[in-house]
């Protein structure tokens, strides 16, 4: 009898130091980018329940071990003065209405001692990021509204150049017709009183430029929310050496952007590829949505099976963030996988759930169980209590 005792003893002690292996393994991620809210106001999907369509919902959050999570604010250049702020604050509504409706669920996060207590309760937090200028309308009373309703880093520009900073795509494209290049005077004014009110300014999408007259300028730490390694994919939305290490020198953070199109360079000639084959179904979702870039994401998701053939591997979303670490630093790196705003990841990254399958590749390179801490959300907590303003 004792020696059953003996035996069930050891049993337990043995399951106990296995369930604190496990809870010490399991990492809390944060993302800084998704692009679900725009989805969302479209479609009218209750992101509280599982959404088979879509790459985020509150389900695949919990399954991802996903606390936090910056929702991306966005629409594109169609929106012009008198529409870009109003569509804007139409998707601030709706994530603050699923709030609302979620409240034992999830919270509104504004600060980095309210985002630590809200992982610590177990509850989902949601951050606002506005992804492109042009929706403050060139008007510094409408930075202020932003501001005011919880947004957390401006991204200074999307694909589309702004009157006051330029992008990536106009740089490269537009060079020569361009009336400015980089930040104006209004655009430095723009990125001081973002640094004054403790919102991060987002490199993302910014042209060279822009880039470095935000680094002259900046006197707090920058992030790029979704971008990756030019130096292993040379798309112009990937970050250059000097580049990264100019981020990690300001003190900011890169977080990797997992969209197959600036993981591998072959990419975007087999998407092409395909959307001339289908073309004919592209035109017609185009016409149902109106929207080019949501008729391709539907349009993958119609042929999955052939999608699939032409998806990165996993390896190369790796290779990403490790070249990333070693090149400025494991303080320096984290998420913003883009999920909901492209129409291709690699493989095995379907969604917001696939988090842990990253972690489990850095271990198996080598990251310390501290240093993936940092990279699944250490970082981004840090960067945004260095933008906090001062009181």
């Given at each position: 009898m004792l020696k059953l005792i003996v035996f069930l003893l050891w049993i337990a002690a043995c399951f106990s130091a296995f369930a604190q292996k496990e809870q010490e393994d399991k990492f809390i991620f944060?993302?800084?980018?998704?692009?679900?809210?725009?989805k969302q106001i479209l479609s009218?999907?209750?992101?509280?329940?599982?959404?088979?369509a879509l790459?985020?919902?509150?389900?695949?959050?919990?399954?991802?071990?996903?606390?936090?999570?910056?929702?991306?604010?966005?629409?594109?250049?169609?929106?012009?003065?008198g529409k870009a702020f109003n569509r804007a604050n139409r998707e601030m509504d709706s994530l603050l209405a699923l709030i609302k409706r979620n409240p034992g669920k999830m919270t509104l996060v504004t600060n980095a001692?309210?985002?630590?207590?809200?992982?610590?309760?177990?509850?989902?937090a949601a951050m606002i990021g506005v992804e492109g200028g042009h929706m403050i309308e060139e008007r510094m009373d409408l930075l202020d509204s932003l501001i005011s309703r919880g947004m957390k880093y401006l991204t200074l520009t999307w694909n589309n150049s702004t009157g006051w900073a330029t992008s990536a795509r106009d740089e490269e494209t537009k060079k020569d017709s361009l009336p400015h290049l980089g930040l104006t005077v209004m655009g430095k004014q723009i990125v001081k009183r973002l640094n004054d009110a403790g919102v991060m300014v987002?490199?993302?999408?910014?042209?060279?430029?822009?880039?470095?007259?935000?680094?002259?300028?900046?006197?707090k730490p920058v992030i790029?929310?979704?971008?990756?390694?030019?130096?292993?994919?040379?798309?112009?939305?990937?970050?250059?050496?000097n580049q990264l290490k100019a981020i990690a020198k300001n003190g900011g953070v890169v977080f990797v952007n997992f969209y197959s199109g600036f993981l591998d360079s072959s990419y975007e000639n087999k998407k092409l590829a395909f959307l001339r084959q289908h073309k004919s179904e592209l035109d017609s979702l185009?016409?149902?949505?109106?929207?080019?870039?949501?008729?391709?994401?539907?349009?993958?998701?119609?042929?999955?099976?052939?999608?699939?053939?032409?998806?990165p591997?996993?390896?190369?979303?790796?290779?990403?963030?490790?070249?990333?670490?070693?090149?400025?630093g494991v303080d320096h790196v984290g998420f913003g996988a883009d999920y909901d705003g492209a129409e291709s990841f690699p493989s095995q990254m379907n969604d917001v759930s696939c988090y842990p399958l990253v972690a489990k590749e850095l271990k198996k390179l080598g990251y310390s169980k501290r240093d993936i801490k940092k990279i699944a959300g250490g970082n981004f907590i840090r960067v945004l209590k260095a933008n906090e303003r001062k009181l």
């Amino acid at each position: 009898m004792l020696k059953l005792i003996v035996f069930l003893l050891w049993i337990a002690a043995c399951f106990s130091a296995f369930a604190q292996k496990e809870q010490e393994d399991k990492f809390i991620f944060i993302d800084t980018h998704n692009d679900v809210m725009s989805k969302q106001i479209l479609s009218g999907a209750d992101l509280a329940i599982s959404q088979p369509a879509l790459n985020f919902d509150l389900v695949k959050a919990s399954k991802g071990n996903l606390g936090a999570q910056v929702f991306s604010i966005w629409c594109d250049e169609v929106y012009g003065k008198g529409k870009a702020f109003n569509r804007a604050n139409r998707e601030m509504d709706s994530l603050l209405a699923l709030i609302k409706r979620n409240p034992g669920k999830m919270t509104l996060v504004t600060n980095a001692k309210d985002l630590k207590k809200a992982l610590k309760q177990q509850k989902f937090a949601a951050m606002i990021g506005v992804e492109g200028g042009h929706m403050i309308e060139e008007r510094m009373d409408l930075l202020d509204s932003l501001i005011s309703r919880g947004m957390k880093y401006l991204t200074l520009t999307w694909n589309n150049s702004t009157g006051w900073a330029t992008s990536a795509r106009d740089e490269e494209t537009k060079k020569d017709s361009l009336p400015h290049l980089g930040l104006t005077v209004m655009g430095k004014q723009i990125v001081k009183r973002l640094n004054d009110a403790g919102v991060m300014v987002d490199v993302s999408h910014a042209g060279e430029k822009t880039f470095d007259d935000v680094i002259a300028v900046s006197a707090k730490p920058v992030i790029a929310s979704h971008s990756c390694a030019w130096s292993l994919t040379p798309h112009r939305r990937n970050l250059k050496d000097n580049q990264l290490k100019a981020i990690a020198k300001n003190g900011g953070v890169v977080f990797v952007n997992f969209y197959s199109g600036f993981l591998d360079s072959s990419y975007e000639n087999k998407k092409l590829a395909f959307l001339r084959q289908h073309k004919s179904e592209l035109d017609s979702l185009t016409s149902i949505s109106g929207d080019i870039e949501i008729a391709t994401i539907s349009l993958f998701s119609l042929y999955q099976t052939e999608a699939e053939s032409f998806r990165p591997p996993l390896s190369n979303l790796i290779r990403n963030i490790d070249y990333i670490a070693k090149m400025i630093g494991v303080d320096h790196v984290g998420f913003g996988a883009d999920y909901d705003g492209a129409e291709s990841f690699p493989s095995q990254m379907n969604d917001v759930s696939c988090y842990p399958l990253v972690a489990k590749e850095l271990k198996k390179l080598g990251y310390s169980k501290r240093d993936i801490k940092k990279i699944a959300g250490g970082n981004f907590i840090r960067v945004l209590k260095a933008n906090e303003r001062k009181l």
